[in-house]
T-cell receptor, first 110, second 111 residues
Framework: EAQVTQNPRYLITVTGKKLTVTCSQN?????MSWYRQDPGLGLRQIYY???????DKGDVPEGYKVSRKEKRNFPLILESPSPNQTSLYFC?????????FGSGTRLTVV | GQQVMQIPQYQHVQEGEDFTTYCNSS?????IQWYKQRPGGHPVFLIQ?????EVKKQKRLTFQFGEAKKNSSLHITATQTTDVGTYFC???????????FGQGTELSVKP
């Protein structure tokens, strides 16, 4: 089944403790991206990658890192999480015509 | 930066009524995509529009792309409770790299 898999689905962590949210796709897509969703603000792009070893900033990249060492994986790294990074995070992959989203990771930073 | 404005933010309708959400951009778009997110779910791709003036239909849903390729709309005829959710438009920039979403329109349908 074609899908984008994110882990974990839920995560509560403390300020400053490094964490990684994983994202994997099995559709051989070149494009992958991370979004955060906050009430009233919609979906905002954090980072995107158009191919292996190619990443670029979206609209809200501060406080996040990504890597694209292989085509299927695109982890999101929070080196020092802060409470304002509490949000619902989505990974997406696709080509020009339509993107497939993962089920989301609800992150709470206390 | 690039922005896509979407209105209204909320729409409450009685089942059977029609619903429309609108997206506008200050710049010409190469294409526009529409997604639906059910409550508690993730965005699901509905359709992509590419050509100026393009109109596409999916059952009760009609999607339009403006002649100037700066605006788009989604119209649902005779809403049903299964239509509940948030509808997003999204514009593609940088040859596929940047997909910028509108703020979304949350649709609620009263039976």
């Amino acid at each position: 089944e074609a899908q984008v898999t994110q882990n974990p689905r839920y995560l509560i962590t403390v300020t400053g403790k490094k964490l990684t949210v994983t994202c994997s796709q099995n559709m051989n897509h070149e494009y992958m991206s991370w979004y955060r969703q906050d009430p009233g603000l919609g979906l905002r792009q954090i980072y995107y990658s158009m191919n292996v070893e190619v990443t670029d900033k979206g609209d809200v990249p501060e406080g996040y890192k990504v890597s694209r060492k292989e085509k299927r994986n695109f982890p999101l790294i929070l080196e020092s999480p802060s409470p304002n990074q509490t949000s619902l995070y989505f990974c997406a992959s696709g080509r020009m015509a339509g993107y497939t989203f993962g089920s989301g990771t609800r992150l709470t930073v206390v | 930066g690039q922005q896509v404005m979407q209105i209204p933010q909320y729409q409450h309708v009685q089942e059977g009524e029609d619903f429309t959400t609108y997206c506008n951009s200050s710049t010409t778009l190469s294409n526009i995509q529409w997604y639906k997110q059910r409550p508690g779910g993730h965005p699901v791709f509905l359709i992509q529009l590419v050509k100026s003036g393009e109109v596409k239909k999916q059952k009760r849903l009609t999607f339009q792309f403006g002649e100037a390729k700066k605006n788009s709309s989604l119209h649902i005829t005779a809403t049903q409770t299964t239509d509940v959710g948030t509808y997003f438009c999204a514009a593609l920039y940088n040859q596929g790299g940047k997909l910028i979403f509108g703020q979304g329109t949350e649709l609620s349908v009263k039976p």
